[in-house]
């Protein structure tokens, strides 16, 4: 293997550098939850996260940084990658990119996920410091919920939904954002949660599952589930 390529480069990130491998482990263990929880069908859902300055003296001691210009790096999922693969093995189902005058992939021939540039323009707008992690999942009630007319109202859904698990004000004090339909992976559906999200942390798209922005993985999954059992004792209170 050529000495500085992007496939060199990544083995090196992902078998030698101790904190990201320490982040990598953390992340499987969230894509595990995920699949278990069945909120990522298929290939449903992605993953990416801002890494900072977290490999750059790595990178600098190992030489690469002068071969790769660029300023951030991000950990992202690749395209028609699957969480259940994600958990066993993260190699094959996440890729690097690193974002100077342009984009660099890491393996030369990944593909990141459709949603890439939501993604990219989300984190470019966070506010969660050096490190970040953006989730993308599919629970199931949150989905349903977003079907109904409670939907249309983001303050009503608000309030409803912290008047029936007032935890939620503990977790998303700044409360959760909402988003009319636009096609997934589309630069619509990227500009719209953007303008959306303003100062929260939790964006939900109509028909089609839950985005949410925090430092970490553990943490980003924290939210989905808080916001996903209030959906779930929505409905639990609604039966007819």
């Known amino acids: 293997m050529v000495k500085n390529s992007p496939e060199a480069m990544f083995n090196f990130v992902f078998g030698e550098v101790a904190p990201f491998q320490r982040l990598i482990n953390r992340l499987c263990k969230v894509a595990q939850v995920i699949h278990q929880q069945g909120w990522a069908e298929a290939n449903a859902g992605n993953v990416s996260l801002r890494l900072g300055s977290m490999l750059l003296p790595y990178l600098e001691e190992a030489g690469f940084s002068k071969t790769f210009l660029c300023q951030q790096w991000y950990l992202v999922s690749r395209s028609g990658s699957r969480y259940r693969d994600l958990a066993d093995k993260p190699e094959t189902a996440l890729m690097l990119i690193g974002v100077g005058e342009r984009?660099?992939?890491?393996?030369?021939?990944?593909?990141?996920?459709?949603?890439?540039?939501?993604?990219?323009?989300?984190?470019?707008?966070?506010?969660?410091?050096?490190?970040?992690?953006?989730?993308?999942?599919?629970?199931?009630e949150v989905i349903a919920l977003s079907n109904l007319p409670i939907y249309e109202n983001q303050e009503v859904l608000n309030t409803t939904l912290f008047d029936i698990l007032p935890e939620l004000e503990i977790f998303l004090p700044a409360g959760?954002?909402?988003?009319?339909?636009?096609?997934?992976?589309?630069?619509?559906?990227?500009?719209?949660?953007?303008?959306?999200?303003?100062?929260?942390?939790?964006?939900?798209?109509?028909?089609?599952?839950?985005?949410?922005?925090?430092?970490?993985?553990?943490?980003?999954?924290?939210?989905t589930e808080v916001v996903n059992k209030a959906a779930r004792l929505?409905?639990?209170?609604?039966?007819?």
């Open 234 to 240: 929505y409905f639990l209170l609604h039966k007819t």
């Open 176 to 223: 959760i954002a909402t988003a009319h339909y636009a096609k997934a992976g589309s630069p619509i559906l990227a500009e719209i949660s953007c303008n959306r999200i303003e100062d929260k942390h939790v964006l939900i798209w109509e028909k089609h599952g839950l985005i949410v922005l925090a430092e970490n993985p553990d943490k980003a999954l924290d939210l």
């Open 103 to 140: 984009e660099f992939y890491f393996p030369i021939d990944a593909v990141p996920t459709s949603e890439w540039l939501c993604h990219k323009l989300m984190h470019e707008n966070n506010d969660c410091g050096d490190l970040a992690c953006l989730l993308h999942t599919h629970p199931t």
